[in-house]
């Protein structure tokens, strides 16, 4: 599944219909506080797999990572598949969280996602942590602006995101070096 070559990608008509793939699917959807439009974010995401060394089919994934969770599940996934091939649905799914299990805490359910990441291909990770890149640093800036109150928009308030977010750094840490996990450390230290 990896790129061969990705110093010399080319962007086609592939990754042109998965732009326009993603804007439909998330155009009424907004980042928190902000309204930004949602495909700032996915957008953000795709950009940083490029800059990092991704191949043409992890722009894509890049682009189409949260599709599954928040726009149709199996059913966009199969669309996925049909329209941008099997390794670019293998990628989403990688990417994509598991249903929450009744009885299972909000935690427990976000250990058994960072196991699942940990098991991943290095394309799937790489576009994990780009999103979770892209994610802290809007987070960041959240809070230069609205302060200690953009906790309560999220989950697992201040201190599981915290606590999540350190996940993240120990996961990438551990599978890998480069760029984006020094810059998600920065941004880690920055939060707490």
Same mark, same amino acid.
């Given at each position: 599944? #990896? =790129?061969?070559? #990705? *110093?010399?990608?080319?962007?086609?008509?592939?990754?042109?219909?998965?732009?326009?793939?993603?804007?439909?699917?998330?155009?009424?959807?907004?980042?928190?506080?902000?309204?930004?439009?949602?495909?700032?974010?996915?957008?953000?995401?795709?950009?940083?797999?490029? @800059? !990092? +060394?991704?191949?043409?089919?992890?722009?894509?994934?890049?682009?189409?990572?949260?599709?599954? @969770?928040?726009? $149709? $599940?199996?059913?966009?996934?199969? %669309?996925?598949?049909?329209?941008?091939?099997?390794?670019?649905?293998?990628? %989403?799914?990688? =990417?994509?969280?598991?249903?929450?299990? /009744?009885?299972?805490?909000?935690?427990?359910?976000?250990?058994?996602?960072? @196991?699942?990441?940990?098991?991943?291909?290095?394309?799937?990770?790489?576009? %994990?942590?780009?999103?979770?890149?892209?994610?802290?640093?809007?987070?960041?800036?959240?809070?230069?602006?609205? +302060?200690?109150?953009?906790?309560?928009?999220? *989950?697992?308030?201040?201190?599981?995101?915290?606590?999540?977010?350190?996940?993240?750094?120990?996961?990438?840490? /551990?599978? $890998? #070096?480069?760029?984006?996990? !020094?810059?998600?450390?920065?941004?880690?230290?920055?939060? !707490?």
């Amino acid at each position: 599944m #990896s =790129c061969l070559d #990705s *110093s010399g990608v080319v962007l086609g008509a592939r990754f042109e219909a998965a732009l326009v793939y993603a804007v439909q699917l998330h155009r009424h959807q907004r980042r928190k506080l902000t309204g930004v439009p949602y495909m700032a974010h996915l957008m953000a995401v795709a950009a940083l797999v490029l @800059e !990092d +060394g991704g191949c043409e089919d992890e722009a894509i994934a890049a682009l189409l990572h949260d599709a599954v @969770e928040d726009q $149709g $599940g199996a059913a966009t996934l199969g %669309v996925i598949g049909e329209r941008f091939g099997s390794v670019v649905a293998e990628l %989403v799914l990688g =990417c994509t969280q598991p249903n929450a299990i /009744a009885g299972l805490g909000w935690r427990d359910q976000k250990r058994l996602y960072l @196991e699942q990441i940990r098991a991943a291909t290095p394309e799937v990770q790489r576009i %994990v942590l780009a999103d979770k890149l892209h994610n802290g640093r809007s987070l960041l800036g959240l809070l230069r602006v609205y +302060g200690d109150g953009v906790w309560g928009y999220f *989950s697992g308030g201040r201190e599981g995101t915290l606590w999540l977010y350190g996940g993240y750094v120990e996961l990438f840490g /551990a599978v $890998g #070096s480069g760029w984006m996990v !020094d810059e998600l450390k920065r941004v880690i230290v920055k939060l !707490d």
